[in-house]
């Protein structure tokens, strides 16, 4: 299902916004249209995000070209109801990949945001 990616690059930190909305399977996906570089500093996850509620303990991950996730696991089991964020001990490093999110076991036809600061 379609994700809105906005990319603000030109700045520090940098900053990645995915909009998503979920499928008929709870997932979502899609991938930035520039490489990325650097540590990751920040991730913030915002259920529904204007939209309906994801299913509580859904999934999100950021993974680099090679298949690594950049979050480290730490996307996994995110709150319906609540934003969260995770600072970055949690958290990898990328160099120069297109990044692609991936959520899933967000239930049908939900949405939310999430955000990821990178420096």
Do not use: C
């Not at 603000?8 to 997932?27: E, I, N, V």
């Not at 999934?59 to 609540?82: P, T, W, Y």
């Amino acid at each position: 299902m379609p994700v809105t990616i906005t990319e603000q690059l030109h700045s520090s930190p940098k900053k990645l916004t995915f909009a998503w909305t979920s499928d008929g399977a709870g997932a979502a996906s899609g991938q930035t249209t520039k490489p990325v570089s650097g540590k990751v500093e920040q991730l913030v996850t915002v259920p529904a995000g204007g939209g309906v509620q994801p299913t509580n303990l859904y999934d999100v991950a950021l993974v680099d070209e090679d298949g690594v996730d950049v979050l480290a696991g730490a996307g996994v089991d995110r709150s319906n109801v609540n934003t969260q964020q995770v600072l970055s001990a949690s958290l990898g490093i990328v160099a120069d990949d297109k990044l692609t999110l991936n959520v899933s076991n967000a239930g049908a036809a939900k949405s939310g945001t999430v955000h990821v600061y990178l420096r």
